[in-house]
């Protein structure tokens, strides 16, 4: 199925462990974002790329750091976990910032402890 | 902080009604966008419009935007229990981001 693809859809870290969250689409889209989701906070953008071989920060992107594999994967990792951290993350892509809408993935519901 | 923001944060209407949630941001933007998040689940993109476009429609939705103001509408016509959700408005720069606003949550009753 078309569409961009985010694993794992859960996961529970404890304090200072490191995990990486993987984002793959297959509509050969040319740009690829981190949100994540926290209650009454709407969607906050945490790194982007706006093409392959490109990323750069959003709003808050402490504590994250991005890769852009190649045109279709854009993975974010956390090196060493925070309670903060827990939120459920959304990985989107647009073959277009400027004209198309985003694509989003069905999100991982990370829980730091 | 937020580029988008959304009014009301809830709405609760009968089936059959129009529901109108509005949108406001800070900067100037190129496009702007809104989308539909079901409880749980991504958000789904529902239209965009442009900085030099006044008035959009896609189905039962209408968007209007004034630059001049910073503010956007979404108007959901003839509104059905399956149009429960949460709608986010969406700024869009130049620079290739997106903002999202908190969004406003529908509740749409049989």
């Known amino acids: 199925n078309a569409g961009v693809t985010q694993t794992p859809k859960f996961q529970v870290l404890k304090t200072g462990q490191s995990m990486t969250l993987q984002c793959a689409q297959d509509m050969n889209h040319n740009s690829m974002y981190w949100y994540r989701q926290d209650p009454g906070m709407g969607l906050r953008l945490i790194y982007y790329s706006a093409s392959e071989g490109t990323t750069d920060k959003g709003e808050v992107p402490n504590g994250y750091n991005v890769s852009r594999l190649n045109k279709r994967e854009f993975s974010l990792r956390l090196e060493s976990a925070a309670p903060s951290q827990t939120s459920v993350y959304f990985c989107?892509?647009?073959?277009?910032?400027?004209?198309?809408?985003?694509?989003f993935g069905s999100g991982t519901r990370l829980t730091v402890v | 902080s937020q580029q988008g923001e959304e009014d009301p944060q809830a709405l609760s209407i009968q089936e059959g009604e129009n529901a109108t949630m509005n949108c406001s941001y800070k900067?100037?933007?190129?496009?702007l966008q809104w989308y539909r998040q079901n409880s749980g689940r991504g958000l789904v993109h529902l239209i965009l419009?442009?900085?030099?476009?006044r008035e959009k429609h896609s189905g039962r939705l209408r968007v209007t935007l004034d630059t001049s103001k910073k503010s956007s509408s979404l108007l959901i016509t003839a509104s059905r229990a399956a149009d429960t959700a949460s709608y986010f408005c969406a700024a869009g720069g130049s620079q290739g981001n997106l903002i999202f606003g908190k969004g406003t949550k529908l509740s749409v009753k049989p």
């Open positions: 900067t100037s933007i190129n496009n």
């Open positions: 989107a892509s647009t073959p277009g910032h400027l004209t198309h809408g985003y694509t």
């Open positions: 419009i442009r900085s030099n476009e």
